[in-house]
């Protein structure tokens, strides 16, 4: 039973570049929630996709959209590279949306390196 | 606004013997769990335990146990008999009942020492 997988592993960009990162849910799960930690830092929450649809969304600006396939699998797309958008972020999956109740799990993560 | 607190950036234990790593939270919902969350070198985050607020009796899973205060708002991790393999940063994290958005501290790294 494959558990969250992320691609790629590691990427680096300059800044105003745009970037796609992807992300496969575990078996089973249908709700992908996507956090951006920096270093030394806990991960942040950006926001969580369910039904296709943006469910619930953190404090990052518009520049940071996603989106959700009918295979549950996601993909988070960040315009306009800054470099405080460097970071590792984390992709997580989990059942039936905004239900806090249901355990998160963790992807590898992606190092993004913004130049 | 929920925040979640963790006043102890490094810790450092003795293989074999036992450590208490701090959290505390800010909340005014009722409807609420607990985690912490293990991220070893190899970057994976893994639950090591949670809590459900509305519970009295702490969790324990193996040599992992919590001493959650609901009242202080403060919910610490205790390892038993620490293993090398304990060695990684520690985080605990907050959600409400209803929403998708775990909330984490800044994390604890521990170092287990032979």
């Known amino acids: 039973d494959a558990g969250v997988t992320q691609s790629p592993t590691h990427l680096i960009k300059t800044r105003g570049q745009q970037v796609t990162l992807r992300c496969s849910p575990k078996s089973g799960h249908d709700t992908v929630s996507w956090y951006q930690q920096a270093l030394g830092q806990g991960p942040q929450f950006i926001f969580q996709?369910?039904?296709?649809?943006?469910?619930q969304r953190g404090n990052f600006p518009d520049r940071f959209s996603g989106h959700q396939f009918p295979n549950y699998s996601s993909e988070l797309n960040v315009n306009a590279l800054l470099l405080g958008d460097s970071a590792l972020y984390l992709c997580a999956s989990s059942l039936g949306g905004l239900a806090g109740y249901n355990e998160q799990f963790f992807g590898p993560g992606t190092r993004l390196t913004v130049l | 606004a929920q925040t979640v607190t963790q006043s102890q950036p490094e810790m450092s234990v003795q293989e074999a013997e036992t450590v208490t790593l701090s959290c505390t939270y800010d909340?005014?919902?009722?409807?609420?769990?607990l985690f912490w969350y293990k991220q070893p070198p190899s970057r994976q985050m893994i639950l090591v335990i949670r809590q459900e607020a509305y519970k009295q009796q702490n969790a324990t899973e193996n040599r992992f146990s919590v001493n959650f205060q609901k009242a202080a708002k403060s919910f610490s991790l205790k390892i038993s008999d620490s293993q090398l393999g304990d060695t990684a940063m520690y985080f605990c994290?907050?959600?409400?009942?209803?929403?998708?958005?775990?909330?984490f501290g800044k994390g604890t790294k521990l170092s287990v020492k032979p």
């Open positions: 994290a907050f959600i409400r009942r209803s929403q998708g958005n775990l909330i």
């Open positions: 909340t005014s919902e009722n409807n609420y769990y």
């Open positions: 996709y369910y039904e296709e649809e943006e469910r």
